[in-house]
């Protein structure tokens, strides 16, 4: 079983920034992982916010995170990041990180990931 602890949660001001990380103790996300973070609002469906394949590092974004949020592996692939810039208040949720040893399907799919983690809280409001 792969163990994955997300930590950089907190409250935030509209307009700010957060890093996330997902850090993985006794894992390496492998050369052809796909892993993604995703997050879910109360009363609503977890929605994936991006995802990165490691075999070419491309990464992924959903419409309403792109240009503001940033996926990336560290360089020792045992922590998958996600920089949040321009913080909105929609953007309030709990934020997983997930990961699978290869690709399966859509990146934006909970059924492609095989590894979760407990999650991390996001609260933006001023």
């Known amino acids: 079983q792969v163990e994955l602890l997300e930590s950089g949660g907190t409250s935030a001001q509209p307009g700010g920034s957060l890093i996330l990380s997902c850090a993985a103790p006794?894992?390496?996300?492998?050369?052809?992982?796909?892993s993604g973070w995703f997050r879910q609002a109360p009363g609503k469906e977890r929605e994936g916010v991006a995802a990165i394949y490691a075999g070419n590092n491309t990464t992924y974004y959903d419409a309403s995170t792109k240009g503001r949020f940033t996926i990336s592996l560290d360089n020792s692939r045992t922590a998958l990041l996600l920089i949040l810039n321009s913080l909105k208040p929609e953007d309030t949720a709990m934020y997983y990180c997930?990961?699978?040893?290869?690709?399966?399907?859509?990146?934006?799919?909970?059924?492609?990931?095989?590894?979760w983690g407990q999650g991390t809280q996001v609260t933006v409001s001023s």
């Open positions: 006794t894992y390496v996300f492998g050369r052809y992982s796909l």
């Open positions: 997930g990961t699978n040893e290869r690709v399966v399907g859509p990146w934006y799919e909970l059924r492609s990931y095989k590894y």
